[in-house]
Nanobody, 111 residues
Framework: QVQVVESGGGLVQPGGSLRLSCVVF????????MAWYRQAPGKQRELVAS???????NYGDSVKGRFTISRDNAKNTVYLQMSSLKIEDTAVYYC?????WGQGTQVTVSS
């Protein structure tokens, strides 16, 4: 059974940076588009960024120019580098592989 595990969340001040990681176990990682989503309290889950097997990337409008998604197929891992973080980036961040979701990792941006 496929397992998706996120890590790297935490508390950071506005303007700071954080890197999230997501590892996929028992899946054909290199064949699928990987995506990061986030969900803030009281809001719908939204797409943050995605990356295709060939490395094509797509970003949500609110994070363009601040976040970077990348993947390492040898490690079955996708990363989300977040910079210039804002209070409104506070959310639970989820990794998606095919139809499988991770458990989420909390990112809190606060002074």
């Amino acid at each position: 059974q496929v397992q998706v595990v996120e890590s790297g969340g935490g508390l950071v001040q506005p303007g700071g940076s954080l890197r999230l990681s997501c590892v996929v176990f028992r899946g054909i990682f290199s064949a699928y588009t990987m995506a990061w989503y986030r969900q803030a309290p009281g809001k719908q889950r939204e797409l943050v960024a995605s990356i295709s097997p060939g490395g094509n990337t797509n970003y949500g409008d609110s994070v363009k120019g601040r976040f970077t998604i990348s993947r390492d197929n040898a490690k079955n891992t996708v990363y989300l580098q977040m910079s210039s973080l804002k209070i409104e980036d506070t959310a639970v961040y989820y990794c998606k592989y095919a139809a499988a979701w991770g458990q989420g990792t909390q990112v809190t941006v606060s002074s």
